[in-house]
């Protein structure tokens, strides 16, 4: 294995780690503040006990978060000095920002999880809020750098320097807003899912008590908007995608061809060697009006770049027919639940259709490989870019020899705590309430 | 002194911020490893009291203290890009270290928190935190005494264009990076591995566990059995501070360079006198039990130590060539940053002054669990 490789495959092993962790780190505090504040309104303690149930979903992952995320602000040094050197003060911006959110998170979140008999009620739910909040902040702007990778702005390159530095303009880059929406979405409709699956399941063994039922309508009532929205973002998404970064398109979809009247290329296996997509389900002048509203528009294929800086077409292709069939069943069974919850007149009417839970069931992980596979289009579409155009991988990775050893010792850190953290959560979410509870609950007063 | 004020740069500005910042690391996340040691040595008849004190002062806030580390580490690469990346091809290999010993030590402290597991599960939990508690101030305090003694600068030079390489410039070719006389351990193991780093590591150790075991003692108000646990620990822990420091400025004043200017002559010395008197008050405020009075001694202690070094090497960023204002960010970077940060701190400061008051606050703290 290179150093190249081994430094991408660190880099890519603790990305998907750590976007699981702050997916669920930013979903569950929403689920948990709606549930204080249903138990608040309604005085149903079951609505209580969901929300501190919640509330150490959210601390676990929160603290496995914010360890993952450190290790990544020193990776981004550690694997890649001569990218931070370059861009450090360019996108630094959305960093410091993101700073003070995740300060702010930390701060409420110790209020809420330790502050349930030490502060009032309210002051306890506004803590929540601010917790849910600062942590779709901290999301935000981590895209949003992200996304500065991908459509560079804000410097100005003479003579091989950047000059001109506008941190700014660098944030407001041309897709900070498509990304930040998409992703935003993405973790609250993986977590809802995620989290209304696991409750389908337990209804579906025959659990149909009441608790279940009132999580399962919490879980869809965030993740199945976010759903039925996520398809409009990714509408934008692509077509800031197919202006900014033609190669990502062509590779995403597998456009080997420029062409006018481009289709849009269901599944299929992009060819390299042949230059062409086969067994795909071409759907005429869909990709020309998808990506630019306009079914004579011209799709840039990969011929439009030099071989040299092609992604890795098959890897963007695959992974993104995943994602929007994965992001198309999860809309498809929300528009469903939204239909029966209409019909039945009561969110409990959702726990009595058992082929709706068996199809909410099937989709727990759904929107976390969704995920995962978004991730890979955007990542490994960029290659061989670190910043598109200006920056390649091979020029920013650390000249220390033997990076093997790192990413060996961090993947068997990051698998074992990936498992701790599957086996904590089984024991907190899928526990049912009366059971007996360890030493984490000892601190919580009752309710007041 | 006064002249070094008068003529700051913007950059020297924002540099002397990352030591505020640092400071605020050292004194609250600081203080949590010191609470994972006594966890790891809680010992006598109290011994479960004493660990369950360290959890319940720690579990409310560690995570605020830890984000200091990561303001820390973003000031750094978004104002010093240049020292950064430095730092982080250098240190490579004990920065690793210090990550893993992040991530076990807050990862176990959760999991042990919230384990609905047998006893036994939640001790192997409890392990893992204390002893990541141990290690990692050693390789924090590793990493500083190597940037202090200037070998980390050194072997940078040796793979760096240095000073002329163009601020913002793209990336230099990888293999311009390989010096002739090059090996692995001459450039990613003996810059940081020297007796001098180790004993900073050891005085870090040392330190963070004697701000624990004081802090602790304000803690355990109320039950004077503990209180005088954690006063013996504090004591201890403060001797151990000593020596040590004694051994790193006696190592380090042989090897010359920053250490020499540290105990050499001009403002420095006053410092140090400053950070003696006030480890000779911690002790007296500890023996006489004013335990609100010696936490306050502690943390001027560790303070001016943290403060002199930051004195003794400035202007430089990475001793011995590698400057504050060389390895800046453009100005105006630097400018929007510390805008930021002012703005941040209107919404920080009364949020963590909350959160103090509500769990640290005289009367808060509960008498020990069940």
Redesign the interface.
Known sequence: MSDLLAARSQMAMSLAFHIIFSVIGIGLPLLMVIAEWRWMRTGDSLYLELAKRWAKGAAILFAVGAVSGTVLSFELGLLWPNFMRFAGPIIGMPFSLEGFAFFTEAIFLGLYLYGWDRIGRRAHLFSGVVVALSGVLSGIFVVMANAWMNTPAGFTIVDGQAVDVRPFAAMANPAAFSQTLHMTLAAYAATGFGVAGIHAIMILRGQTNAFHRRALAIALAVGAPASLLQPLSGDVSARVVAETQPAKLAALEGQFATERGAPLRIGGWPDVERRETRWALEIPYGLSLLAFHDPNAEVKGLDSVPREDWPPVAIVHVAFQIMVALGTYMALVSLWAAWRAWRGRSSTALAEDRRLLRALALATPMGFIAIEAGWTVTEVGRQPWVVQGIVRTADAVTPMPGLVVPFLVFTVLYVLLGAIVVYMMRQHIARVPGEPSGDGTRREAPAR | MMDILRNLTIAEVTAWVVVVALNAYVLFGGADFGGGVWDLFASGPRRERQRALVAQAI???W??N??W???V???L???F??A??????IL?IP??LM??G??????A?????????PRAE?RRWGLVFAVSSLITPIVLGICVGAVVSGTVGEALAK?DPGPGF?????????NA??PPDWT?AS??VQPWLSPFSVAVGVMTLALFSFLAAVYLTVEAEGDPELQHDFQQRALVASGAALATAVVTLIIGAAGGGVMERLVGTGWSLPLLAASTIAAGGAIVALVRRRYRLARLAAAAQVTLILWGWALAQFPLIVPPSLTIDASA??S??LA??LA??AG?AA??VP??W??LK??KSRG?AVAH??
């Open positions: 579990g409310p806030i995570e605020a830890h984000v580390l990561i303001v580490v973003v000031l690469f978004v104002c890009p240049i950064f990346s430095g730092l982080a091809t490579h920065l690793s990550l893993i992040i991530v076990l030590r807050g990862s402290f959760v999991f042990r928190a919230y384990s609905y597991g939640q793979i163009p601020l913002g410039g793209l990336p230099p070719s990888r990076a390989a692995f450039l990613y960010a453009p105006r970077v929007q940053t930021v940060l941040g919404v920080l949020s963590l909350y959160l509500v769990f808060s669990p069940d």
